[in-house]
């Protein structure tokens, strides 16, 4: 079983929509969630990162963790053409190296 | 603020010629410094990583080696190429006990 799974996708949207991109993980022991979009044929960008179970929002995006299920979604509302990337979730816990899922392209089309 | 520089951009190689990527940090000391490997439409391969001078730790065996000459720089290497080495090479940077981790714009190499 791999440590963190997402769905490939790709994903496709209407402008306007809203977005819920998904990872599970195996190791309970991960603490750190994060959240990193990737345009194509660049390096990958924090967008979000949470602490253990809960939700963060910051401006149209928000990340939630559910550790009792090992569950990270990534909301995105009134999704743009330019939120088209792929997002990749990754888990971290302290001394220990980060895990990244395959990540979902998206596609947002106006 | 912190920047990561990588280079060349774009490498096109033959099969069995050697490899030299390297990788900046400004902005920042002793960082941790990563090298990953991204093949089309697959996740992220951690191949190296280092937490100070000469000190590096390999994840996956392969022809590639990495070095770390000084505090801010971060070397990958090949003496003999393979078709298979063909990628997207990212580097990354993060300080200890942090969940942050910064990439560089990532070098694409192609095997040839």
């Known amino acids: 079983q791999k440590e963190v799974e997402q769905d490939p996708g790709p994903l496709s949207v209407p402008e306007g929509a809203i977005v819920s991109l998904n990872c599970t993980y195996s190791?309970?022991?991960?603490?750190?969630f994060m959240w990193y979009r990737q345009y194509s044929r660049k390096g990958p960008e924090l967008l979000m990162y949470?602490?253990?179970?809960g939700n963060k929002e910051d401006g149209r995006f928000t990340a939630q963790v559910d550790k009792s299920s090992k569950y990270i979604s990534l909301f995105i509302r009134d999704s743009q053409p330019s939120d088209s990337a792929t997002y990749l979730c990754a888990t971290h816990n302290y001394g220990q190296n980060f895990v990244f899922g395959p990540g979902t392209r998206l596609s947002v089309l106006p | 603020s912190q920047t990561i520089h990588q280079w060349p951009a774009t490498l096109v190689q033959p099969v069995g010629s050697p490899l030299s990527l390297e990788c900046t940090v400004e902005g920042t000391s002793n960082p941790n410094l990563y090298w990953y490997r991204q093949a089309a439409g697959r996740g992220l391969q951690l191949l190296f990583y280092?937490?100070?001078?000469?000190?590096i730790s390999s994840e996956v065996p392969q022809n590639l080696s990495a070095s770390r000459p000084q505090d801010r720089q971060f070397i990958l290497s090949s003496k003999k190429l393979l078709l298979s080495d063909s990628g997207f090479y990212l580097c990354?940077?993060?300080?200890?006990?942090?969940?942050?981790?910064?990439f560089g714009p990532g070098t694409r190499l192609t095997v040839t």
């Open positions: 190791n309970s022991a991960f603490q750190y």
């Open positions: 990354a940077w993060s300080v200890t006990s942090s969940y942050e981790q910064y």
């Open positions: 280092s937490v100070g001078i000469g000190q």
């Open positions: 949470t602490y253990s179970s």
